[in-house]
């Protein structure tokens, strides 16, 4: 059997990463690197399948589902919400996609290990055989010690909590190391530039006295590692957190500015033990995947659990797009109208401003001229033009692909720019209203 390592290939977030080097450890070598994001697409050289630890969030791109046949999975790790549940703008999929051949896929590779509570149930609801796993960091060995000094490491931490502590550890001997998980895209980035890079980090946080952070894929691979960390978080976020706030210690700003949090950073207490009997479950269940398809030599059709076709795949896929899309559109058009609504009372305020009180006629005349277009520019956000030209160029040259898989193509390439024109929407309008605000306040003074 070959071995594959799902990962996203352009990612913003080292959290990914660290995910598939967990993953990597179970495995006696890696054949391929599947594109999380585009997992529909994958094939293997020599069309026989590739087993896969599949933990994942899926998915961004939600209209890419079910996976390739190619793909012979061990589903843990799973976390399934909308973009609006995780606190991001973009696709207004919901579960459609987890139902008809989409949910009956999940059905036939289950049972599905969850990586939180809040996906699970969901599953259930479905009718979809699903338990918590747990997620895969959780199973990251401890690292070598190493003499690096003293230190702390702020990861993410916010700007409050992480003021505070600079100002509670001047005068001591105790170092601060910050850092981000953000990083800039790079799809081009070799998997073993990544892999260095998450290892040397891990070793980082390996020899901290404590790690500070709100990132989830910090905190549980410090809670693996045994290192002493605090999670640091403004709201309770249950779609991805539950149940781990009941395994790692946690603050707020409010919390920790006004002293009720105990947590000492410069003597920190050992990780609660309650997360144990998850991640050793976790690690037997990957192990034993992994020794039963090592020597597995069966055929593609011998493996494969889910027997729906490719036709009948692509037919259920296009059929449920085709339903989606329209309502799409009409959530588009209202964000469109709303930013026009917006842009103009953002202007309103501004011409009450000493600045544009300041500006001669004619530079007013223009301004309220451009604000004008640029309101009605909104009202035809949805370009049926700009979106033809868009799928021209992603099916050029596949016409040979067949009619069904085209279709498809052309639906998920709308899917796509419509997601991109949903997030767009949505920093505009915070934009515009943090503007409008802003200008309240200063009028207000």
């Not at 006696?28 to 529909?40: N, S």
């Not at 040259?397 to 949903?422: F, M, N, P």
Request: aromatic share 12%.
């Amino acid at each position: 059997m070959k071995f594959g390592i799902l990962f996203n290939r352009n990612n913003l977030n080292i959290g990914d990463d660290i995910q598939a080097v967990a993953t990597s450890y179970f495995l006696p070598q890696i054949d391929y690197f599947i594109d999380r994001e585009h997992m529909e697409s994958f094939k293997t050289d020599d069309k026989k399948p590739v087993a896969v630890i599949m933990n994942a969030w899926y998915m961004w791109n939600k209209w890419n589902w079910p996976p390739s046949k190619y793909i012979y999975p061990l589903y843990v790790g799973f976390h399934y919400a909308d973009h609006q549940l995780g606190y991001q703008p973009g696709s207004i999929i919901k579960y459609e996609m987890l139902t008809g051949r989409g949910g009956e896929y999940l059905k036939a590779n289950g049972p599905i290990g969850c990586r939180d509570l809040f996906t699970q149930k969901n599953l259930q609801e479905l009718g979809i055989d699903s338990y918590f796993s747990g997620c895969i960091t959780m199973t990251l060995p401890n690292r070598p010690k190493e003499d690096r000094g003293r230190y702390i490491c702020l990861v993410d931490a916010g700007e409050e909590i992480s003021a505070r502590i600079k100002e509670q550890l001047k005068g001591t001997d105790i170092e601060i190391k910050e850092f981000t998980h953000n990083r800039p895209r790079d799809k081009e980035r070799p998997w073993e530039e990544r892999k260095a890079f998450v290892e040397e980090r891990l070793s980082i946080y390996q020899n901290a006295i404590c790690v500070v952070t709100k990132r989830l894929h910090c905190a549980l691979p410090c809670l693996a590692m045994e290192v002493p960390v605090l999670l640091t978080r403004i709201n309770k976020d249950e779609t991805r957190f539950d149940p781990y706030l009941d395994y790692l210690y946690t603050t707020t700003p409010e919390e920790y500015l006004s002293g009720r949090c105990t947590y000492d950073v410069t003597n920190p207490p050992e990780n609660k033990p309650d997360y144990k009997p998850v991640r050793d479950a976790l690690i037997e269940r990957c192990r034993s995947f992994v020794e039963a398809v090592r020597d597995d030599d069966r055929s593609l059709y011998d493996l494969k659990k889910y027997r729906a076709t490719d036709k009948e795949i692509l037919e259920w896929r296009i059929k449920t797009l085709k339903e989606i899309i329209p309502r799409w559109e009409d959530t588009l058009e209202k964000q469109a109208r709303e930013l026009s609504e917006l842009y103009a009372e953002h202007f309103f305020y501004f011409s009450r401003t000493d600045e544009f009180k300041s500006y001669d006629r004619e530079k007013q005349r223009k301004l309220a001229k451009y604000v004008k277009s640029k309101a009605n520019y909104y009202k035809f956000v949805v370009n049926d033009y700009q979106i033809d030209m868009t799928v021209q160029s992603a099916i050029k040259g596949k016409e040979g692909i067949g009619a069904l898989h085209l279709e498809d193509l052309k639906l998920r390439t709308i899917c796509d720019e419509y997601a991109k024109l949903s997030k767009r929407n949505f920093y505009r309008k915070e934009k515009i209203l943090n503007g409008i605000e802003e200008m309240k306040a200063r009028e207000q003074a």
